[in-house]
Each structure stands twice: as structure tokens, then as C-alpha cells.
């Protein structure tokens, strides 16, 4: 596992974000539509890394282009793999490994869960509930799950790091 893991979310334009992540070797960005709730669904994604065998995946719509995340529970790690696909219609059914591997990370999940709260916390903070859906408009601010989601990293993770709301 790398020692290092950033996680961020800019809202871009109306219905358009900007998602970056990155480890010590390698960062990928995004520019993610509404067609459906990125943000949302990642969060939940995140959330099934606390139940038992944990695998999700979570499609994000490039408009065509499918990145695909596939969250891996591996002990206490998580394997992210995003797959990328050219046309989303085209490979909804399609098998992970017909995607090319765009980026890779294991790490540990109380880092990555940490990242990825604290980033939603700061869009929270920057644009409010309402002003995120002015923005992203087709989805309202995913509060309760974010919350459950800091709820499940504070319980099972024993993070040492501040969680400024
Ligand atoms: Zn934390």
C-alpha cells in the first residue's frame, strides 16, 4: 500500500464536475457528468467497503466514456481499479476487464474514506446544500449518506485525523 492518497471534487460548470484522484505514483482526473449521481454513488461504493466481501462498482458517465471505479475490501485496504470504457451505452454489461486500467491504488480504508469525506465536506462547505444543486442540478447534496459515511469511518476505522465538518 502507498503512503499517500488525495481525493478531490470541484464543481466545474452546470451539471459538469472535475473529480481528481491520486496516490505517490500516479493522478487522474475526471470531468464527470449528472447524467447520474457520481457523487452519490461513490459514497455509497464507499460505504459497501464496511460489509462483509465487500466489491462494488461505480460508473461514472464521461459523456460517452464509462469510468468505471471496482472498490475491493482486501483486509484492511482497498483496491481501486478504474476502468475506463469509451461509450458508456455501449459497455454497461461489459466486464471489467474489456475497460483499460486508467488507475490503480491500494490503500488503506481509513485513508481513503478520510480523503473522500474530507473532500465532500469542503464541497459542502464552499457551495452549501443549495448552491451544489444550483450546480449539479439534476441531484440534491448527498447528506445522509455522507454522513453515514463518516459515521461508519469514525466507528470502524479509528482515524487519528481531525474531521472538521
Ligand atoms: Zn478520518
Same mark, same amino acid.
Given at each position: 500500500?502507498?503512503? +499517500? $492518497? &488525495?481525493?478531490?471534487?470541484?464543481?466545474s460548470?452546470?451539471?459538469?464536475?472535475?473529480? +481528481?484522484? !491520486?496516490d505517490?505514483v *500516479?493522478?487522474?482526473?475526471?470531468? #464527470?457528468?449528472?447524467?447520474?449521481? *457520481?457523487?452519490?454513488?461513490? $459514497?455509497?461504493?464507499?460505504? %459497501?467497503?464496511? +460489509?462483509?466481501?465487500?466489491?462494488?462498482?461505480?460508473?461514472?458517465?464521461? &459523456? =460517452? #466514456? &464509462?469510468?468505471?471505479?471496482?472498490?475491493?475490501?482486501? %483486509? !484492511?485496504g482497498?483496491?481501486?481499479?478504474?476502468?475506463?470504457?469509451?461509450?458508456?451505452?455501449?459497455?454497461?454489461?461489459?466486464?471489467?476487464?474489456? %475497460?483499460?486500467?486508467?488507475? +490503480?491504488?491500494?490503500? =488503506?480504508?481509513?485513508?481513503?474514506?478520510?480523503?473522500?469525506?474530507?473532500?465532500?465536506?469542503?464541497? @459542502?462547505?464552499?457551495?452549501?446544500? !443549495?448552491?451544489?444543486?444550483?450546480?449539479?442540478?439534476?441531484f440534491?447534496?448527498?447528506?445522509? !449518506? @455522507?454522513?453515514?459515511?463518516?459515521?461508519?469511518?469514525?466507528?470502524?476505522?479509528?482515524?487519528?485525523q481531525?474531521?472538521?465538518?
Amino acid at each position: 500500500m502507498t503512503g +499517500r $492518497i &488525495e481525493f478531490d471534487w470541484q464543481l466545474s460548470g452546470s451539471g459538469w464536475a472535475t473529480c +481528481r484522484i !491520486a496516490d505517490a505514483v *500516479a493522478e487522474a482526473k475526471y470531468v #464527470v457528468s449528472y447524467c447520474t449521481d *457520481a457523487l452519490a454513488d461513490l $459514497i455509497y461504493g464507499l460505504e %459497501g467497503m464496511y +460489509r462483509p466481501d465487500p466489491v462494488e462498482r461505480v460508473s461514472f458517465d464521461l &459523456e =460517452p #466514456v &464509462e469510468i468505471r471505479w471496482v472498490l475491493r475490501g482486501v %483486509g !484492511a485496504g482497498v483496491d481501486v481499479s478504474i476502468h475506463r470504457f469509451p461509450d458508456m451505452s455501449a459497455s454497461f454489461d461489459a466486464p471489467d476487464a474489456d %475497460g483499460t486500467v486508467s488507475w +490503480r491504488s491500494t490503500q =488503506p480504508r481509513r485513508r481513503l474514506v478520510h480523503a473522500v469525506v474530507g473532500a465532500v465536506q469542503k464541497v @459542502l462547505q464552499e457551495h452549501g446544500e !443549495a448552491g451544489y444543486e444550483a450546480r449539479w442540478v439534476r441531484f440534491p447534496f448527498p447528506t445522509g !449518506a @455522507l454522513q453515514d459515511l463518516l459515521r461508519l469511518h469514525l466507528l470502524h476505522d479509528e482515524c487519528d485525523q481531525p474531521h472538521e465538518p
